[in-house]
């Protein structure tokens, strides 16, 4: 008879037992571990057929180029194209470099109460080359003859003059100067009488224009007038200045009033147009001698002009200004000046005390010129540039 084998753990099982066989048995037990399952394989599950995991296909014609933490200037730039066309490499741009620091501010200073001439202080200082944008200068008690009018401009300060002989009247000013940081702003003052041109210094630079940055005009110390002209015109053709201070004397005056509407029509033609021309008595260097009491048959005055030369690429537009007695604000609306180059006035019926004198001193482009009334025909006109923001 064939035994089956036995299972080792069985053999430990009937080994337990006869060694303790001494001991009573309290029932017979049959220990077995459980069964093996039978045709149970456990395997990892299958991969999906079909179904293949790959990386996003680049988009055709596109190359991505790793980035870089700079470019100098002139380095090729890569450009992503649009599917199916080709890379495009864009031409090298110019930058410009921004306008300097306080470019094209506008600056103010206004004070009332002063007499004969002081410095009013400008809301914050310039930071270089100015030029006016507007002035108002005007008699606190009632109108005098003249001896002293002007605006000049400094770095922290505007200094303003009004007076007739003794300079005790007060009044009260304001000025308005766009600054132009970069320009230098130059003076020259002379001598002479009636309407006379002066010649500015230098070789006009080119491919540039003048601005009018401040004037002052003086007649001779002790002494006054009546007003019946007053100009300053800025030529950067003729690199000059022309400048008029008249009162009746020396004057020929007849057919004036006929001629000046047509004069006024073209602002080519300087009012009033029938005057004489003075002559340059003492040159640029006119400050340190006495002021004439006359210059051939006209009343002496010694002027200064402050102007600055700035590149026509600044200008953005050139503006005229024209008006009467009844028409004092014509800026068109939208209208803007940034720089004055010019202006006259000129009483036509005869000369006349001075009550107060100004041009856009507003920023509107108002005009005052006249004594204590309006009822005084007068025209004026002016010329102004827009600047480039």
């Given at each position: 008879m064939r035994v089956p084998p036995l299972r080792s753990s069985t053999l430990s099982i009937a080994l337990l037992l006869c060694l303790g066989g001494g001991a009573p048995a309290a029932a017979q037990v049959q220990v077995t571990p459980p069964a093996e399952r039978s045709g149970v394989q456990v395997t990892p599950p299958p991969e999906r057929t079909g179904v293949q995991v790959k990386p996003p296909a680049q988009r055709s014609g596109v190359q991505v180029a790793p980035p870089q933490r700079s470019q100098r200037e002139g380095a090729r730039v890569v450009v992503p194209?649009?599917?199916?066309?080709?890379?495009?490499?864009?031409?090298?741009?110019?930058?410009?470099?921004?306008?300097?620091?306080?470019?094209?501010?506008?600056?103010?200073?206004?004070?009332?109460?002063?007499?004969?001439?002081?410095?009013?202080?400008?809301?914050?200082?310039?930071?270089?080359?100015?030029?006016?944008?507007?002035?108002?200068?005007?008699?606190?008690?009632?109108?005098?003859?003249?001896?002293?009018?002007?605006?000049?401009?400094?770095e922290r300060f505007a200094r303003l003059a009004l007076a007739d002989q003794n300079g005790d009247d007060p009044f009260r000013g304001r000025v308005l100067l766009t600054s132009l940081p970069g320009a230098k702003v130059q003076q020259v003052t002379a001598d002479g009488g009636?309407?006379?041109?002066?010649?500015?210094?230098?070789?006009?630079?080119?491919?540039?224009?003048?601005?009018?940055?401040?004037?002052?005009?003086?007649?001779?110390?002790?002494?006054?007038a009546n007003l019946r002209n007053v100009a300053v015109w800025l030529d950067p053709e003729r690199n000059i200045a022309r400048v008029s201070l008249t009162d009746d004397q020396g004057l020929d005056f007849r057919g004036l009033e006929a001629s000046l509407g047509a004069m006024a029509a073209s602002m080519l033609v300087p009012l009033p147009g029938l005057l004489e021309t003075g002559s340059v008595v003492a040159g640029t260097r006119a400050t340190s001698r006495a002021i004439r009491q006359n210059s051939g048959q006209y009343r002496g005055y010694r002027v200064t002009v402050q102007y600055a030369w700035i590149p026509n690429s600044q200008v953005a537009s050139r503006g005229g200004l024209a008006g009467t007695d009844r028409s004092r604000q014509p800026l068109p609306g939208g209208a803007r000046i940034d720089a004055l180059q010019g202006f006259e006035f000129t009483f036509t019926n005869s000369d006349h005390h001075l009550l107060g004198l100004g041009l856009n001193g507003d920023g509107r482009g108002s005009a005052l010129f006249q004594d204590n009334n309006t009822d005084d025909p007068m025209q004026w006109y002016a010329s102004y540039l827009t600047l480039r923001r």
């Open positions: 194209a649009q599917p199916n066309r080709r890379v495009v490499v864009p031409a090298q741009a110019q930058v410009q470099a921004p306008p300097p620091r306080g470019h094209l501010e506008l600056h103010r200073a206004q004070i009332q109460g002063l007499r004969d001439n002081g410095p009013a202080a400008l809301d914050k200082p310039l930071p270089g080359g100015w030029a006016m944008a507007g002035f108002e200068l005007r008699f606190l008690n009632g109108d005098h003859k003249l001896r002293r009018i002007g605006v000049l401009g400094e009636g309407k006379f041109d002066i010649r500015l210094p230098g070789q006009a630079p080119r491919d540039s224009t003048l601005v009018l940055s401040g004037f002052e005009f003086r007649r001779a110390d002790g002494s006054d």
